[in-house]
């Protein structure tokens, strides 16, 4: 599976990646029922802004992470396909990987650390990606990204 | 999505396969593509009413909870969901309007298409209106009964004639309430003022005046469309017909009318027996002109006329799919900007027809009831003339069709209960006391493509009669009920339960009544309130064992409808939900503090078999309020997981 990708200038900043991002880690994975649910589920993507661009941030799931370097307890690790992941059960909230973050991409539910974990209950695709109404979000290879972005008229 | 997942009915399922080869888009494809969709949207969440805005509330409670001008998800989803009642109620008013001002023109002699139908009908209905009419001339009744019609529009105190046709109880309820209608446009009016920027921010004072908008229509524009198309184009008796798209005729010109007003397309009916324009289709190699219809204009001419019916509103599309469509006419509402693009695949000619209503694409013949049957007969000849171009390769009309019996009314069904010399209501409120029948519940509203085609309706029709439930159905649920053959008699014998078969029996009806197309409604809320007056079933609409569903919703014109049923006191269940489940407030207010307030709550159920059970349970409940004895046919109950 590839990586996401955003390409800003389609972004509109309608925070649908957050919504449903935040209904697949759910329960119910249904947003008339998610709202209601006792604990409520927490998007792990934000839309931000710079001056008046709008952009969805999330974990980019770097090569050399510092959140991986950071964790003492061991809890961020990086998977066999290189992704960043994080697991709970070893989490202490000691908040180091937020502090070392340089994009702010991780954020906090209670005492745990909390982050992308690319959609585990989905197959092979992300609901971010899926709940894009432009399409400014893109999965594939860095090359088949810039080669999206080539073909596009800009 | 397969195509058994998107409809029901085996000729919308043929003709999708079809489309798909063909690479036609439809509303499915459309809704695929659209999905996810806003979530921001479907929870009620965003405003757009004023540029500090466009605000939206996050439903998870991490991000903003307030617009940039303070209003809360409470705030915003009364706001919006009182607009749609005012888009409704505007919709059906307006529609009110035009057949009003038709009877106006036809009594002043402006228009020599139309006639009055039926005179008892203007009679009483001047009568009512405090119009006197002995020794008047029809025509002057007529033209006073047309003003005062008109005056209800922009009547800016007092209260709405019809509004008096209710129980006494509900009436005094009403005006305890401040939601009795004063003037149909003057409500609609007060929720444009109300929801704009910084007016009105309490949720409840927002859908109290939502309610007396709806009213005014309920008892009021929609009504009116009712009682003055009756006057104009007749009152509708039971009338067999047939149903689908197996209707359309390989050999014959086919016009299909599509839209809501009957005040074209009961002319158009007239135009396609015109004995020149017959001759012309056979010169132009065709047996005849067939003439059906789509949506409510459909049930209109049907009721009246018996003309066929090609389909609901999720078939427009695939009725030019046939190929074998020479010509749409189409006037207002709940026609899709997508059939220019449909019919561009294909020789069909779409006409426009009202001056509200222009398509790109599509070839725009103004309507004028000045001149209605000239230009009714312009439209039937363009359809004559572009029945050679049909390409023959291109033709797959389906073999479904249904037969059916239309044309119930509050004055004709329930009426025929009691036979034909003791016209009364007597022998239906017997049927529920002695529990032969549990209750009546309504069936109405659209089809969306969020819900499979028809099954909501089906479904929900099925399991209603088979518990006993009389099931009155108008609009597109009706035509859903048809295509499923539960609109003929014998429908009884397989899908009804013991005391309603035994009713259809001896009468000779239908387990399910087709009363109309959606302002047809108002037929409902008239029945309703005589039933309350024959007696011994409570003194209020609120008492009754009845309840309403509209299993597939889209537009508008539903949440008015549904909100002035809850507003007479009718429990009534909706898939989907109304566009307010991101504020607790406004959800907890419809769902169950309404009650307290108007005797009757609204219900979310996607589920159509937990949606008739939960109409079930509520007439259940109205029952055992009256006292009454138990349903003389219980079956085992259902246990809904």
């Not at chain 2, 509303?27 to 939206?56: H, I, K, S, T």
């Not at chain 2, 009642?85 to 106006?104: M, W």
């Not at chain 2, 289709?281 to 002109?289: D, M, Q, S, V």
């Not at chain 2, 249904?402 to 209501?425: I, N, P, S, W």
Request: glycine share 8%.
């Amino acid at each position: 599976m590839g990586k996401i990708f955003c390409d800003i200038k389609k972004c509109l900043g309608c925070k649908s990646c957050e919504i449903a991002c935040a209904v697949e880690h759910s329960e119910s994975k249904n947003t008339f029922q998610a709202i209601r649910e006792e604990k409520k589920p927490r998007q792990r993507v934000v839309v931000r802004s710079t001056s008046k661009e709008p952009f969805p941030l999330r974990c980019h799931h770097c090569e050399e992470a510092p959140c991986v370097q950071a964790c003492m307890s061991g809890a961020m690790y990086k998977d066999e396909q290189g992704f960043t992941k994080h697991d709970e059960d070893k989490c202490v909230g000691c908040w180091m990987c937020i502090m070392v973050c340089p994009f702010g991409a991780i954020s906090r539910q209670e005492s745990l650390a909390l982050k992308c974990d690319l959609c585990p209950d989905k197959e092979d695709s992300f609901a971010c990606v899926e709940g894009c109404p432009t399409k400014a979000l893109f999965v594939g290879t860095w090359e088949e990204f810039k080669k999206k972005l080539g073909q596009e008229k800009r | 999505m397969k195509k058994e997942d998107k409809s029901i009915d085996k000729a919308s399922q043929e003709l999708l396969e079809i489309a798909e080869k063909e690479g036609i888009d439809t509303a499915w494809d459309r809704y695929e593509a659209m999905v996810p969709q806003c979530g921001f949207g479907e929870l009620g969440l965003c405003c757009r009413n004023c540029l500090l805005g466009p605000c939206r509330i996050d439903p998870f409670e991490e991000g903003p909870q307030k617009g940039v001008c303070g209003a809360t998800p409470e705030i915003i989803g009364a706001r919006n969901l009182t607009r749609m009642i005012a888009a409704g109620a505007a919709a059906h008013s307006d529609h009110g309007r035009d057949i009003a001002h038709t009877l106006l023109m036809t009594a002043q002699g402006k228009t020599k298409s139309y006639g009055v139908k039926d005179e008892q009908k203007l009679l009483s209905l001047a009568d009512e209106l405090g119009i006197k009419t002995d020794g008047r001339d029809k025509k002057e009744i007529a033209i006073e009964v047309a003003e005062k019609v008109f005056s209800e529009f922009g009547q800016q105190h007092g209260e709405l004639q019809f509004s008096h046709r209710a129980p006494e109880k509900r009436q005094a309820l009403w005006r305890k309430l401040g939601i009795m209608p004063r003037g149909i446009d003057r409500e609609i009016v007060e929720v444009m003022h109300r929801t704009t920027m910084g007016v009105d921010n309490d949720c409840e004072n927002l859908i109290t005046h939502g309610m007396r908008t709806a009213l005014g229509d309920g008892w009021g524009g929609s009504m009116i469309a009712t009682e003055l198309s009756d006057v104009l184009f007749g009152t509708p008796r039971p009338i067999r017909a047939k149903v689908n798209l197996g209707v359309l005729k390989q050999d014959e010109v086919n016009l299909v009318v599509h839209g809501h007003e009957p005040t074209l397309s009961d002319v158009i009916v007239t135009a396609s027996q015109d004995k020149e324009l017959i001759e012309l289709a056979k010169k132009n190699g065709a047996k005849g002109i067939n003439l059906a219809g789509i949506c409510c204009t459909a049930n209109e001419i049907l009721m009246r006329h018996g003309i066929p019916i090609a389909g609901n509103f999720l078939q427009q599309e695939l009725a030019i799919t046939t190929g074998a469509v020479d010509l749409m006419l189409v006037d207002v509402q709940c026609i899709m900007p997508a059939l220019s693009s449909v019919a561009k695949c294909f020789h069909t000619k779409i006409v426009s027809t009202s001056p509200k209503a222009k398509f790109p694409g599509a070839e725009h013949v103004e309507f004028k009831e000045e001149e209605a049957l000239p230009i009714a007969k312009k439209i039937v000849r363009m359809a004559v003339e572009n029945f050679k171009n049909r390409v023959k390769e291109k033709v797959n009309i389906p073999n479904e069709k249904m037969d059916l019996v239309a044309g119930f009314t509050a004055e004709t069904v329930f009426k025929f209960l009691g036979g034909k010399y003791r016209a009364t209501y007597r022998p239906l409120n017997d049927a529920i006391i002695s529990g032969r029948l549990r209750g009546v519940a309504g069936i109405v509203g659209c089809n969306n493509p969020k819900i499979k085609q028809d099954w909501g309706h089906v479904e929900m029709a099925k399991e209603l009669i088979k518990n006993d439930v009389l099931v009155v159905v108008t609009g597109c649920s009706a035509i859903a009920s048809a295509k499923a053959g539960l609109l003929k008699p014998e429908a009884a014998f397989q899908y009804a339960g013991k005391g309603l078969q035994e009713i259809c029996e001896t009468v000779g009806l239908p387990p399910v009544l087709h009363v109309g197309s959606c302002v047809d409604n108002s037929r409902i809320l008239i029945t309703l309130s005589n039933v309350v007056a024959e007696g011994g079933l409570g003194d209020d609409i609120s008492d009754l064992p009845v309840a309403g569903a509209a299993p597939e919703w889209m537009s508008e014109k539903a949440v008015s409808i549904a909100f002035y049923f809850v507003s007479s006191g009718v429990f009534t269940v909706l898939a989907p939900p109304f566009p307010i489940l991101g504020s607790k407030e406004v959800t907890e207010l419809l769902t169950r503090k309404l009650e307290g307030i108007v005797g009757a709550n609204f219900a979310f159920e996607s589920d159509p078999i937990k949606a008739a059970h939960l109409m079930i349970d509520h007439i259940n409940k109205k029952r055992e309020a009256l006292k009454l004895k138990p349903v003389m046919y219980e079956r085992e109950k259902m246990v809904v997981k």
